[in-house]
């Protein structure tokens, strides 16, 4: 199997959710304390070991390129602190990894998003990973599933016990046996009722696939939202390849909605050292 190096960040969604703080700034770039949601996806990719960062870019996302690229200028006069800040953002694509952005033309979807870097992905399997999902973990959820696809050989999907009740928010999906932290894939549906949830384990936005999911993707058709739907794409490459769902450990944060926003920002905020006591001081007192 090859090795594991690319990695794909579909970052062109509109975030209507985030209106009208994303109606000219990509929700991407919304900070959880002082660093945004792009930056923590792309640490947790750099400690798994992925070199190439695939951006899906679209319209009023360019903020997005910019933060990564080193341009901050080195003032004359800062003081250590400062200098040593300048350095850390610098740093925050380290020697050996590479930006690369494409463009997603029209919002069709994350199947269609993911597809677009098919060029650059060649014949190599790849990671896919949601910023807005904020994954708070040790060693980082990339890693645990890397680990998992050097060991099995085959696609891993990162799932999460959800409410049921909340189905209508994840793909869900269903195995024969679901007793373990690791279970092959028998069926996967796009947020459905409650009432055919086929369980009760919902999919996060962390995937490493094998390189035969973008032939699927190219085989899907318009889904649900008139959109290429992902869960699509891996529904008809079940019918031919095994793939697995990995229950991993970590907090999960739905930084897409306002409430998993704030909650991310609360947890973040009272972990800080510089005032994480003061905040907690402030919280007690609120409450
Ligand atoms: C996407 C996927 C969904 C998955 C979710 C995880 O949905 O389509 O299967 O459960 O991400 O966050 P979205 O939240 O982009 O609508």
Do not use: W
């Amino acid at each position: 199997m090859q090795q594991l190096r690319k990695i794909i960040f579909p970052v062109a969604g509109l975030g209507s959710r985030f209106l009208p703080a994303t109606k000219a700034t990509p929700k991407e770039m919304l900070p959880i304390v002082d660093k945004p949601l792009i930056q923590y996806a792309v640490e947790e990719a750099i400690e798994a070991g992925f070199k190439d960062l695939i951006f899906i870019t679209g319209k009023s996302k360019r903020a997005i390129t910019d933060h990564f690229d080193s341009t901050l200028e080195r003032f004359s006069n800062v003081d250590d602190k400062k200098a040593k800040l300048l350095d850390e953002m610098n740093q925050i694509v380290p020697k050996g990894v590479s930006c690369i952005y494409i463009r997603q033309g029209e919002p069709l979807g994350l199947g269609h998003a993911i597809l677009q870097a098919k060029p650059v992905v060649g014949n190599e399997p790849f990671a896919v990973s949601l910023a807005d999902d904020l994954i708070d973990s040790e060693p980082g959820v990339l890693k645990q599933l890397v680990e998992q696809f050097n060991e099995q050989q085959s696609s891993i999907i990162a799932v999460q016990k959800v409410d049921q009740s909340e189905s209508k928010k994840y793909g869900m999906i269903d195995s024969n046996n679901l007793d373990s932290d690791l279970v092959k894939l028998s069926n996967i549906i796009e947020k459905p009722d409650p009432e055919f949830a086929p369980s009760d384990l919902g999919v996060v936005g962390r995937y490493i696939f094998t390189n035969s999911l973008m032939s699927f993707l190219e085989k899907t058709t318009f889904g649900a939202g008139h959109e290429i739907q992902l869960t699509d794409g891996i529904k008809l490459m079940l019918k031919q390849e095994s793939i697995y769902a990995f229950l991993f450990s970590g907090k999960r944060y739905d930084c897409g909605s306002k409430l998993g926003y704030l909650m991310a920002n609360i947890d973040y905020g009272l972990k800080n050292k510089e005032f994480g006591d003061e905040l907690r001081n402030y919280i007690k007192d609120l409450v």
